[in-house]
């Protein structure tokens, strides 16, 4: 499996949107066999996303992450753990221990948002492009 997390300073990147370095894990069996780091800065979301796919990447772990970009790559089959915050190495081994997410690795104010609708309330009536016709709680 190979995962991606989002790293800046030797910690989870804030914000993924933005970020432009990702560690690549290839994980098997539970442990980690290959590591290296790859430039994702792009221009674009999709960009973004295609450099990610073409990494091979099956799981994203990051910080906070804008929601048109977390559904795109869940419709591209990246299982995306979102608003992990912490030490890259402490990440690393709650993830492979399976312990992610946890709330002493969470963003400040968002334990427990990792599955949940991150945005606002939808209004009624917004549809088209975006989030509001996509069926998001």
């Not at 994980?27 to 539970?30: E, L, N, Q, R, Y």
């Given at each position: 499996m190979r995962v991606a997390l989002a790293v800046w300073d030797g910690r989870i990147s804030p914000v993924f949107d933005v970020s432009r370095e990702?560690?690549?894990l290839t994980?098997?069996?539970?442990a980690v066999v290959a590591r290296g780091r790859?430039?994702?800065?792009?221009?674009?979301?999709?960009?973004?996303?295609?450099?990610l796919l073409a990494l091979g990447v099956e799981v994203l772990i990051c910080g906070a992450i804008s929601e048109p970009l977390h559904q795109e790559l869940l419709a591209r089959g990246v299982t995306v753990l979102g608003f992990v915050a912490g030490d890259v190495e402490e990440v690393i081994a709650a993830f492979l221990g399976g312990g992610l997410p946890q709330p002493a690795l969470s963003m400040p104010g968002c334990?427990?948002?990792q599955n949940r609708f991150r945005g606002g309330r939808r209004r009624a009536g917004r549809?088209?492009?975006g989030w509001g016709s996509r069926g998001l709680r």
């Open positions: 990702v560690l690549i994980v098997d069996g539970g790859e430039d994702i800065e792009t221009r674009t979301s999709a960009l973004k996303i295609a450099r334990r427990g948002r549809q088209g492009k």
